[in-house]
């Protein structure tokens, strides 16, 4: 008890710090409509110099690690077969189809643009699936390296803000191309990266656009698991000879799963799964404020502007390949 009561002392400063910054981050969002794990970075950068003093730094180390798990594991909550059947399996085919491909063009494109390949898994991961979330929830999965949280920041600044532009133009591209209101929520649904953005967009269209569009979104939210299922093989293979290697199943990839089939097999109160998808929220949110804390600006600028070049590619190519599909009438 003595153990455990000292380990808390300890890790108070730094997750309060986090937590803090996690609420102003989520004020901001609700009061200013921008992506809240945009503000939680953002702001987290701004106090980076709490990583230098030792009462801070264990606490935001736990955050960065631990609550990002945690978070990872409590988005199974938000998946159950029924939505993933609901629009029958057109729909499901096609995500598929788009999820594989997005990632495979992009961890091509990132090997021809110098990249680590692994960074066009999590930035192809994260523009098929959903954002920021699923940049974090595939990051967490993939091996360690020097530069792996520069890479995630990047991502997910990215992401959410490719994701706010979307939600403005999408639309008025879903009007000019003609599509009826289905078709916009499909094109919505399988295009915008993160939910508030497409439930936003889908709704601005028409209440059968937008709920064509969330379910359609919660089918690319499905795809996490298959992805970081890859993602955790490629971390047992690059284990070096002689160290211990990850588990064939993390405990939050385990946990994951276990959530999703509870809530495919059992009817889950809505006040649960509304409770548990808030803590998943307030989980990664804080984790992200805190990987925000252990990241300088000049880390982000020194990366240049060719992964602004392939997360535009990777988020062209993914609407392109909706609206041939809608034009070929294949859904």
Same mark, same amino acid.
């Given at each position: 008890m003595q *153990? &455990? *009561? !000292?380990?808390a002392r300890a890790l108070a400063p730094g997750l309060g710090v986090a937590l803090v910054i996690a609420a102003a981050a989520t004020f901001l969002s609700e009061h200013y409509t921008a992506p809240v794990m945009l503000y939680a970075l953002l702001l987290g950068m701004a106090f980076n110099f709490l990583m230098e003093g030792e009462r801070t730094r264990l606490g935001i180390e736990f955050a960065s690690k631990a609550l990002l798990r945690t978070g990872v594991a409590l988005l199974g909550m938000r998946i159950g077969w029924a939505q993933v059947t609901a629009l029958g399996w057109g729909p499901v085919v096609m995500v598929l189809l788009l999820v594989a491909v997005t990632i495979l063009a992009s961890i091509l494109l990132a090997r021809l643009m110098g990249f680590?390949?692994?960074?066009?898994? &999590? !930035?192809?991961?994260a523009t098929a699936i959903c954002g920021a979330s699923a940049a974090l929830a595939i990051s967490a999965s993939l091996p360690a390296h020097e530069r792996k949280e520069q890479a995630t920041l990047f991502t997910v600044i990215g992401v959410s803000a490719l994701s706010t532009l979307a939600m403005i133009a999408y639309p008025v591209i879903a009007h000019a191309v003609g599509l009826d209101n289905r078709q916009a929520g499909v094109f919505i649904g399988a295009t915008i990266h993160d939910v508030a953005q497409v439930v936003? +967009?889908?709704y601005a269209i028409s209440p059968e656009a937008g709920d064509t569009a969330t379910i359609v979104k919660l089918l690319r939210v499905a795809m996490l698991l298959p992805v970081i299922l890859v993602a955790g093989?490629?971390?047992r293979r690059q284990a070096t000879e002689g160290t211990t290697r990850p588990p064939l199943l993390p405990w939050f990839v385990a946990a994951f799963i276990g959530l999703v089939v509870l809530n495919s097999v059992v009817a889950m109160p809505e006040a649960v799964t509304d409770g548990a998808n808030d803590l998943s929220r307030w989980c990664l949110v804080t984790s992200l404020s +805190?990987?925000?804390? #252990?990241t300088q600006l000049g880390d982000i $600028? #020194? $990366?240049g502007l060719k992964p602004v070049v392939l997360m535009l590619i990777e988020t062209a /190519? /993914? +609407?392109a390949m909706v609206l041939a599909i809608l @034009? &070929? @009438? /294949? $859904?």
């Amino acid at each position: 008890m003595q *153990t &455990l *009561t !000292s380990r808390a002392r300890a890790l108070a400063p730094g997750l309060g710090v986090a937590l803090v910054i996690a609420a102003a981050a989520t004020f901001l969002s609700e009061h200013y409509t921008a992506p809240v794990m945009l503000y939680a970075l953002l702001l987290g950068m701004a106090f980076n110099f709490l990583m230098e003093g030792e009462r801070t730094r264990l606490g935001i180390e736990f955050a960065s690690k631990a609550l990002l798990r945690t978070g990872v594991a409590l988005l199974g909550m938000r998946i159950g077969w029924a939505q993933v059947t609901a629009l029958g399996w057109g729909p499901v085919v096609m995500v598929l189809l788009l999820v594989a491909v997005t990632i495979l063009a992009s961890i091509l494109l990132a090997r021809l643009m110098g990249f680590n390949p692994l960074f066009g898994f &999590l !930035s192809g991961g994260a523009t098929a699936i959903c954002g920021a979330s699923a940049a974090l929830a595939i990051s967490a999965s993939l091996p360690a390296h020097e530069r792996k949280e520069q890479a995630t920041l990047f991502t997910v600044i990215g992401v959410s803000a490719l994701s706010t532009l979307a939600m403005i133009a999408y639309p008025v591209i879903a009007h000019a191309v003609g599509l009826d209101n289905r078709q916009a929520g499909v094109f919505i649904g399988a295009t915008i990266h993160d939910v508030a953005q497409v439930v936003g +967009a889908g709704y601005a269209i028409s209440p059968e656009a937008g709920d064509t569009a969330t379910i359609v979104k919660l089918l690319r939210v499905a795809m996490l698991l298959p992805v970081i299922l890859v993602a955790g093989q490629i971390t047992r293979r690059q284990a070096t000879e002689g160290t211990t290697r990850p588990p064939l199943l993390p405990w939050f990839v385990a946990a994951f799963i276990g959530l999703v089939v509870l809530n495919s097999v059992v009817a889950m109160p809505e006040a649960v799964t509304d409770g548990a998808n808030d803590l998943s929220r307030w989980c990664l949110v804080t984790s992200l404020s +805190a990987i925000g804390m #252990k990241t300088q600006l000049g880390d982000i $600028v #020194k $990366v240049g502007l060719k992964p602004v070049v392939l997360m535009l590619i990777e988020t062209a /190519l /993914l +609407a392109a390949m909706v609206l041939a599909i809608l @034009h &070929l @009438h /294949l $859904v």
